[in-house]
Nanobody
């Protein structure tokens, strides 16, 4: 069983920055594809970014490309999401997810096996 714990959310003004962290339990974190999703009230959970097990490959949603950066530190069992130039439409609960089954990167939420509890990000205009 893998446990994921997100941190770093909060309230920020438009144009500001936040850095989310997701700490994972377990000795096999370095083999997992990791991703961030977000969900705003009344909407479906949407893909934000993903990173391969080695960190060598990353994917981003078009809406965050150029503003957000996903990274990982396998020695610390942690994945990060650096969010710059934040916009009010980035307001959502952000979830960390782990795919323990595949070496491929998927943008579908149902491809991920483990989820964190979420951290709220609110961007004021």
């Amino acid at each position: 069983q893998v446990q994921l714990v997100e941190s770093g959310g909060g309230l920020v003004q438009a144009g500001g920055s936040l850095r989310l962290s997701c700490a994972a339990s377990g000795r096999t974190f370095s083999t997992y594809t990791m991703a961030w999703f977000r969900q705003a009230p009344g909407t479906e959970r949407e893909f934000v970014a993903a990173i391969s097990w080695s960190g060598g490959t990353t994917y981003y949603a078009d809406s965050v490309k150029g503003r957000f950066t996903i990274s990982r530190d396998n020695a610390k069992n942690t994945v990060y999401l650096q969010m710059n130039s934040l916009r009010p439409e980035d307001t959502a609960v952000y979830y960390c997810a782990a795919d323990a089954q595949s070496r491929f990167i998927f943008k579908r939420a149902d491809a991920y096996d483990y989820w964190g509890q979420g951290t709220q990000v609110t961007v004021s205009s």
